[in-house]
């Protein structure tokens, strides 16, 4: 054994964590050593689940990440979890519509769940919010790597904003900070803002199928339509990038941010929309702040989420030592 391979096997036990991140369609979950690499990766459908079997299938994973860790030798050291909604850090409960039996007001008591399924009830443990993730995700290993004050702007089925600022997620008085899909950005208000915002309703992947109003299920085929020289297409795509650029301009004015980075399932297909993006936002935007920071997409992709979840749980043992 060289000393190379002796010093990787070191590294890859010296601080060895597990992220998970579940979303409205599967959870991932992998195995992450101090440098970010994966060791260990899976993905599962949530399939027709809710309420409780949504949880069991949570606590089911993390089980079987523990179980392939312990075949590896790997003591794990810290847990991350993304949740596609509001994580409450003082109570460890989740509220999270788009899982069906999540929406409860009071939020259900995800940390409980996972902890008493642990053999090892001491292992820190962190839950947040899936745009938190996000964000975290990009500057360890990503788009944002290197910045201390940045934004991921994240538009897949709904829309929500990861915010760093000096190095810390900001999470706001009661954990809901980043619910951008609430921007308003339109006027007058009108009933159908009610239940997701203005941005939302407007320029989210579930928003752009609404209002193409074209038989279209999928963001997807909106933009299929859209290269194929569909006008109506074009009417929606080219609203959604006044969206977009409005959204980012009044991001830029906010935060001053160094840059902001573009993810979800319809960045993606959007990412040759960049260019139009910063032209409105330039129009929008405070200018100093507007010249100082970059728009990019997220290099990521998918897997924000489940490197933002790492990184929490990194993070969470560093402070317990």
Request: proline share 5%; hydrophobic share 45%; charged share 20%.
């Amino acid at each position: 054994m060289n000393f190379a391979t002796a010093r990787d096997r070191h590294y890859n036990r010296a601080m060895p964590v597990i992220g998970l991140d579940l979303g409205g369609t599967k959870l991932a979950a992998a195995i992450f050593n101090h440098r970010g690499e994966i060791l260990r990766k899976s993905v599962v459908p949530v399939g027709g689940r809710n309420g409780a079997q949504v949880c069991k299938l949570v606590t089911d994973e993390l089980n079987k990440m523990f179980a392939a860790a312990r075949a590896q030798g790997i003591k794990v050291r810290g847990i991350g979890v993304s949740v596609p909604g509001i994580s409450y850090a003082k109570t460890g409960r989740v509220w999270a519509p788009n899982i069906p039996g999540w929406a409860h007001p009071g939020g259900i008591p995800l940390r409980r769940e996972m902890v008493d399924s642990l053999a090892d009830k001491r292992i820190p443990m962190t839950i947040d919010s899936d745009r938190a993730c996000y964000i975290l995700g990009e500057a360890w290993r990503g788009a944002a790597r290197g910045c201390r004050n940045a934004i991921f702007l994240a538009v897949g089925t709904g829309i929500g904003a990861g915010v760093l600022v000096d190095g810390e997620v900001l999470r706001g008085a009661n954990d809901s900070a980043g619910a951008i899909g609430w921007l308003a950005l339109d006027r007058p208000f009108r009933p159908e803002y009610k239940s997701c915002g203005c941005f939302e309703y407007h320029a989210s992947g579930a928003g752009l199928v609404k209002i193409s109003n074209s038989g279209c299920r999928r963001a997807e085929e909106v933009f299929h339509d859209f290269d194929a020289g569909d006008p109506a297409a074009r009417r929606v795509l080219s609203e959604a990038v006044e969206l977009w650029g409005m959204a980012a301009a009044n991001l830029v004015s906010l935060f001053n941010p160094e840059k902001i980075i573009f993810g979800g399932g319809v960045f993606g297909p959007a990412r040759k929309l960049l260019p139009q993006i910063l032209a409105e936002a330039v129009k929008w935007a405070q200018p100093v702040a507007m010249r100082q920071v970059k728009f990019e997409i997220s290099k990521l992709g998918g897997d924000a989420g489940l490197y933002g979840a790492g990184c929490l749980a990194l993070r969470a043992r560093k402070k317990t030592g």
